[in-house]
């Protein structure tokens, strides 16, 4: 491997680390397209070489999240156990099917997710010039729902290399109504067991080229804390938006790779 492409990965990182950190999403939407796109990889191989950058990643993005907001760990804990049983189950599927069947389901589950922020987001404006009555509360985001998500999770994790989280946070964040950062920290906890798991059964598979992983994983570790950081400064309507925004993109890439 050249010392050029390190430098790439190391600079790919670093952006992806970063946008990763606002977004609460540990990178990996961005790179698995990046990586079939610019390196020619495969759906599987690209997802199991993404989980090696996204692995360490979320593991720093929780520690900076929990430094702005103390988690719930009773609550993260009982996703995270729901989560990694299927998290295995969903790999094992993703690498039983063609790579193109597989790219275009994740583009599908990311489009409908980002329609979904879509309209958040805009709910979200309307509510701001229009009176409503009050709303009815809020059920509680207790540690057996939590269990129940990360089972759903956990299944989509497996199954697109990434992707818990991107489902967890608008259940989070519309159900439970939680803030967007509790929502987005609240997720990556939750995925941190299932994607070790995924990680490991997609390397055991031969689907995770560390030579290309390990390089973006140190770039990004680097960035995470400062988008953190702005993920804390930034409106709530706003992030919600970059956070649509950027599904919408994932999709147009992966739409164009197909």
């Given at each position: 491997m050249s010392l050029l492409l390190i430098g790439l990965c190391l600079g790919a990182g670093c952006l992806i680390g970063f946008m990763g950190g606002v977004l609460g999403i540990g990178g990996g939407l961005i790179a698995i397209p990046a990586l079939v796109l610019l390196m020619g990889m495969s759906q599987q191989l690209a997802q199991g070489t993404a989980l090696i950058m996204v692995l360490p990643t979320i593991m720093m993005a929780v520690r900076k999240y929990n430094q702005q907001t103390r988690i719930d760990r009773r609550v993260a804990l009982a996703g995270a156990a729901g989560a990694v049983v299927f998290t295995w189950v969903g790999a094992r599927l993703a690498l039983g099917i063609d790579s193109g069947v597989l790219r275009l389901s994740f583009a599908v589950f990311l489009f409908f997710i980002a329609l979904f922020y879509a309209w958040q987001t805009w709910r979200a404006g309307r509510a701001r010039h229009a009176a409503r009555p009050a709303d009815r509360a809020a059920p509680v985001f207790t540690p057996r729902r939590a269990t129940l998500l990360g089972v759903l999770c956990g299944t989509l994790g497996?199954?697109?290399?990434?992707?818990?989280?991107?489902?967890?946070?608008?259940?989070?964040?519309?159900?439970?109504?939680?803030?967007?950062?509790?929502?987005?920290?609240?997720?990556?906890?939750?995925?941190?067991?299932?994607?070790?798991?995924?990680?490991?059964?997609?390397?055991?598979?031969?689907?995770?080229?560390?030579?290309?992983?390990?390089?973006?994983?140190?770039?990004?570790?680097?960035?995470?804390?400062?988008?953190?950081?702005?993920?804390?400064?930034?409106?709530?309507?706003?992030?919600?938006?970059?956070?649509?925004?950027?599904?919408?993109?994932?999709?147009?890439?992966?739409?164009?790779?197909?």
């Open positions: 497996g199954f697109f290399g990434v992707g818990g989280a991107v489902l967890a946070v608008p259940i989070i964040t519309s159900v439970f109504r939680l803030p967007q950062t509790s929502a987005q920290a609240l997720a990556l906890c939750m995925v941190i067991p299932g994607s070790a798991v995924a990680l490991v059964t997609y390397s055991w598979a031969g689907q995770a080229a560390w030579l290309v992983g390990l390089p973006l994983a140190a770039g990004s570790l680097l960035f995470v804390p400062v988008g953190v950081r702005l993920a804390y400064r930034l409106p709530e309507r706003k992030l919600r938006a970059c956070f649509a925004a950027m599904l919408f993109a994932t999709v147009a890439l992966l739409i164009f790779e197909s």
